[in-house]
């Protein structure tokens, strides 16, 4: 009792005790203030004239005397002191107590605990308590969206862990909510998530409220937000007003954070969930009966009820043709002429190569555009490392290189001569080089000199046993092609000399005019 704060209509009830002659014993026992404090009231009140006939003191009156201020302890300052113009500004910045505390001990070696920078924090905030209002919304008007994080499922079948999310709307009139658990927070997610919402509730409200999630803001600001744009086309399709939350300020949307929270704690514990189709159909039943039917806490009604009743009547139709759902991005053309969406590749025009396009992705289809032009469409892949290429878009080099593999080198080296096509032959049948460049550069060879040059080229060539592609180059640049191959006198071909023990022989005849006599 020593320490606990009394009132002033206290200390004015125990003053009309001692006017109706209680004793401080009488006043104590009744619990309005200890014996010693009841003798301190009582001289205080026979000085002031208080115990006679007259009017009892008001409560101004009292405060004057009993209300004194407490004096401060100064032997225990506390180490936040000297911090404390820094710590309110940090705080007006809407800085956090553990982010200030970090700061103190990097910036100026603070040595005391963090319990003080909190207690410091807490009080600075006390001075300027923040204040809301509630927002009323008319039927049909508004909508709240989110993200809250759902249950761990394991398939019995596959036994995969699936780490899931639940997204939530909640119609703002009503409280009545649609909801769906999902594998994550990508666009093309929250774009059906918002097409199922829509579907389940039969009609559009004209206004969504949302937070910043990357899903549909690109860019958080408080003034000028930027949609993404791929939720933008959704938003024109069925004909609603995106409302982003000013950044870091939870409580514009409070009634779907609520919602959230109670799907959260009311239908996920204590159930188990054979697959995430069987988890969907479980949260749809409950909203539809423990959701729907219970007492809302704010209107005391519930939201099935006035959402029949009132608001489904008023909400916008769907749309009769369903809104595309497409998911644009940003893509760059990298050096193979690729671009890269969900660790898939698809082709672009080899000119594009380090440009930046748009990619529009929709169920079965990924198109690109290049300022507002469409450069290329392939099907949708849904495995990662997949590549889907168009040949018209790789650069005609790489084309042709492709396109000359070495079957088409043999029957183009067929065309223009035997000894073309024995030649190349003999290139694809090395053990160490593939060659295929150099059997290309042969048959290329044909169109400069042409394919009776080439032919003769190879002929030497092959006497010679040199088949490189520099060796029938030289040939055709000189021009040996074009000369006898024995102009020689005396010469036999090396075809009828060679018999297997010696590259080169001179003729016996020669050999005989050649000795002379010892």
């Known amino acids: ?55 009892l003191p008001d409560d101004q009156q009292l405060s004057k005397i009993f209300d004194t201020p407490k004096t401060p302890n100064l032997t225990q300052i506390s180490l936040t002191q000297p911090y404390e113009k820094k710590i309110e500004t940090w705080v007006g910045q809407g800085v956090q107590a553990t982010t200030i505390f970090q700061a103190l001990v990097e910036q100026f070696g603070f040595v005391g605990s963090y319990s003080s920078v909190h207690r410091k924090v807490q009080k600075i905030r006390g001075k300027n308590p923040e204040a809301s209002c509630v927002l009323d919304f008319a039927p049909a008007e508004a909508a709240q969206v989110d993200f809250g994080k759902g249950p761990t499922i394991i398939d019995v079948f596959t036994g995969e862990v699936i780490n899931t999310w639940i997204f939530v709307m ?6 009545h909510m649609y ?11 929250w774009l059906s998530c918002h097409r ?74 204590l159930r188990k969930f054979r697959t995430l189709i069987d988890a969907n159909e479980q949260l749809t039943r409950w909203v539809l009966q423990t959701a729907g039917n219970r007492i809302h806490g704010t209107t005391h009604q519930k939201p099935l ?10 909400l916008k139709p769907l749309p009769d043709v369903p809104v595309q759902i497409a998911t644009w991005t940003k ?5 193979n002429c690729h671009v890269q969406f969900e660790k898939a590749y698809y082709s672009a025009p ?46 005609p080099e790489a084309i042709a290189y492709k396109m000359q593999d070495p079957q088409w080198c043999l029957k183009q080296a067929e065309e223009i001569g035997p000894n073309c096509h024995q030649l190349i032959r003999k290139l694809f049948s090395d053990k160490v080089l593939d060659n295929l460049r150099a059997a290309q550069g042969v048959i290329g060879l044909g169109k400069k000199y042409g394919a009776v040059r080439l032919e003769a080229a190879c002929v030497r060539a092959l006497h010679f046993d040199n088949v490189k592609y520099r060796a029938l180059k030289s040939i055709l640049h000189q021009g040996l092609d074009q000369s006898p191959l024995f102009d020689q006198p005396n010469v036999i071909p090396l075809a009828s000399a060679y018999r297997g023990d010696a590259r080169f022989l001179r003729h016996i005849a020669q050999a005989g005019q050649e000795r002379r006599p010892t």
């Open 1 to 55: 009792m020593a320490n606990r704060r009394i009132e002033m209509h206290e200390y004015r009830q125990v003053i009309h005790r001692m006017r109706q002659g209680q004793s401080d014993r009488a006043i104590s026992k009744a619990k309005l203030m200890g014996r010693l404090k009841c003798a301190w009231v009582r001289s205080i009140a026979q000085e002031k004239g208080w115990l006679g006939n007259g009017p």
């Open 170 to 175: 909640t119609l703002c009139f009503s409280r």
């Open 179 to 189: 909801a769906e658990i999902v594998t994550n927070q990508k666009v093309e997610t």
């Open 196 to 269: 199922h919402a829509f579907e389940f509730f039969n009609g559009v409200v004209d206004k969504l409220i949302i937070d910043n999630a990357k899903c549909a803001i690109t860019r958080a600001c408080y003034r000028d937000p930027e949609v993404q744009r791929s939720y933008s086309e959704l938003a024109e399709g069925y004909g609603f007003i995106i409302s982003p939350c000013p950044p870091a300020d939870p409580k514009k949307k409070g009634r779907v954070e609520s919602g959230v929270k109670y799907v959260k704690n009311n239908f996920v514990p």
């Open 305 to 314: 009820t006035m959402f029949a009743e009132t608001e489904k009547h008023l």
């Open 331 to 335: 893509v760059k053309v990298h050096g």
């Open 350 to 395: 080899y000119r594009l190569v380090r440009q930046a396009l748009w990619l529009k992705a929709t169920v079965t289809t990924v198109s690109l555009y290049s300022d507002l032009k469409l450069v290329a469409t392939h099907p949708r892949l849904k495995q990662p490392g997949q590549r889907s290429t168009v040949e018209e878009h790789m650069p």
